[in-house]
């Protein structure tokens, strides 16, 4: 599971300083886990993204954020608590959701929110 950088987020996720509007960059749709290190709840969500990763391999890409290293990140996206969860369609407005969601909940959004089945 790839670990983004302002850097890198802004090449393969959005460019926030140059767009405006959301311009999704990315060839696949993708989820990113906005978490720290110190945070429980983010530690339960890592094994269930490291099983979807596996299971949705080639259709989506997951990735994660630290919020301590990359608080410029944060601070574009508004991420006022962890694990917060970004859904981002190839086609369609991205999607947050807070918390640390139960496997079944990712697979709902990877079908509803980023139109990928299994």
């Known amino acids: 599971m790839e670990h983004l950088t302002a850097a890198t987020f ?3 996720v959005f460019n926030y300083e140059t767009n405006q509007e959301w311009k999704f ?11 720290a290190d110190w945070c429980q709840p983010c530690k339960m969500v890592a094994p269930v993204l490291e ?26 996206f508004g991420i006022q608590s962890i694990p917060s ?4 369609p190839k086609e369609d407005k991205p999607q947050m ?4 969601l139960p496997k079944q909940s990712f697979e709902q959004a990877i079908e509803e929110v980023l139109s990928v089945k299994k």
């Not at 969860?85 to 981002?88: D, E, K, P, R």
């Open 25 to 35: 960059e990315g060839e696949l749709p993708c989820i990113i886990d906005f978490y």
């Open 10 to 12: 802004k090449e393969k």
């Open 51 to 76: 099983e979807l990763q596996k299971e949705y391999e080639g259709k989506i890409n997951i990735y994660k954020v630290d919020t301590e290293k990359e608080q410029e990140l944060a601070m574009a």
């Open 97 to 100: 959701a807070m918390g640390a």
């Open 85 to 88: 969860i970004l859904f981002c």
